[in-house]
């Protein structure tokens, strides 16, 4: 059975940091594009990242665009996302999913949730002082 699962989140004061990471079990990452998501209370879950199954191509949300940095670990088959800068708006539930539909359009430059397949259960993010 092919499952993902993040941890890493927490409870960060605003302009800390935190690396979330997502790993596979059942199944090797190296055949799909992964991508983070996030959502926040009320909210609809919303593309953060995504990247190829290379790691050549990666895409950001505009809002996270130079505060976080999606990379993937083939060796020990995980997917990281470094956050930094985090601000109380990155308050959320931030998932990892994964999909071994073609890399241009799984891992876009806007990150789709109906694009991926398989998603874990997701690690909270709590940004306050």
């Known amino acids: 059975q092919l499952q993902l699962v993040e941890s890493g989140g927490g409870l960060v004061q605003p302009g800390g940091s935190l690396r979330l990471s997502c790993a596979a079990s059942?199944?090797?990452?190296?055949?799909?594009?992964i991508g983070w998501f996030r959502q926040a209370p009320g909210k609809e879950r919303e593309g953060v990242s995504c990247?190829?199954?290379?790691?050549?191509?990666?895409n950001y949300l505009d809002s996270v665009q130079g505060r976080f940095i999606i990379s993937r670990d083939k060796a020990w088959n995980m997917v990281y996302l470094e956050l930094t800068d985090l601000q109380p708006e990155d308050t959320a539930v931030y998932y990892c999913?994964?999909?071994?539909?073609?890399?241009?359009?799984?891992?876009?430059?806007?990150?789709?949730?109906?694009?991926?397949?398989?998603w874990g259960q997701g690690t909270q993010v709590t940004v306050s002082s």
């Open positions: 999913a994964a999909d071994r539909g073609p890399d241009s359009a799984v891992c876009a430059p806007i990150v789709v949730k109906s694009r991926y397949e398989y």
């Open positions: 059942g199944f090797g990452l190296d055949n799909y594009a």
């Open positions: 990247i190829s199954r290379s790691g050549i191509r990666v």
